[in-house]
C-alpha cells in the first residue's frame, strides 16, 4: 500500500493540502496511508539554528522510517515523501539515512508559500 509521508510546518500545513501533490492524492478514492510531520516546534527559534538540526532531524525521521520496515514490514518502496521549505531538506536527509531500503520517491519544494 502506498504512503504519503507529508513535512511541513503549521502555517502552511492546510493551505498546502489544498493545492499540491499531497492535494492530488487526498483527491483520489485510492487506497494509501497518510503520515504528517510537522517540523514547526523545531523551527520555533532563529534560522540559523534551526537549519543546524535539520540533519538531526531528518536522521530521527530515516529511524522512525527504518522502524516501520522493521516491526511494521512498511516498503520504503511505496513511500513518497513531500516536503515543503525545510521540510524538502528533512526529506533529503531521511531518504540519505534510511537503512532498510531506498524510499521510493522524494518531492521537494523550496519555495516559500509567503507572499512578498
Known amino acids: 500500500m502506498k504512503v504519503i509521508l507529508f513535512i511541513t ?42 537549519r543546524g538540526r535539520v540533519g538531526a532531524i531528518g536522521q530521527t525521521l530515516s529511524r522512525i522510517l527504518d522502524n516501520l520496515v522493521e516491526n511494521y514490514r512498511m516498503n520504503l518502496s511505496a513511500v513518497h515523501m513531500i516536503g515543503y521549505s525545510a521540510g524538502a531538506h528533512i526529506a533529503g536527509e531521511a531518504g540519505r539515512y534510511v537503512t532498510k531500503g531506498v524510499i521510493g520517491r522524494i518531492t521537494g519544494n523550496l519555495r516559500s508559500s509567503k507572499s512578498h
Not at 502552511?12 to 492524492?25: D, F, G, I, T
Not at 478514492?29 to 539554528?49: K, P, R, V
Open 9 to 50: 510546518d503549521s502555517k502552511r500545513q492546510n493551505n498546502l493540502k489544498k493545492a499540491s501533490p499531497v492535494a492530488a492524492y487526498l483527491s483520489q478514492n485510492n487506497s494509501f496511508n497518510y503520515i504528517e510531520m510537522l517540523w514547526n516546534e523545531a523551527s520555533s527559534s532563529y534560522y540559523g539554528f534551526f
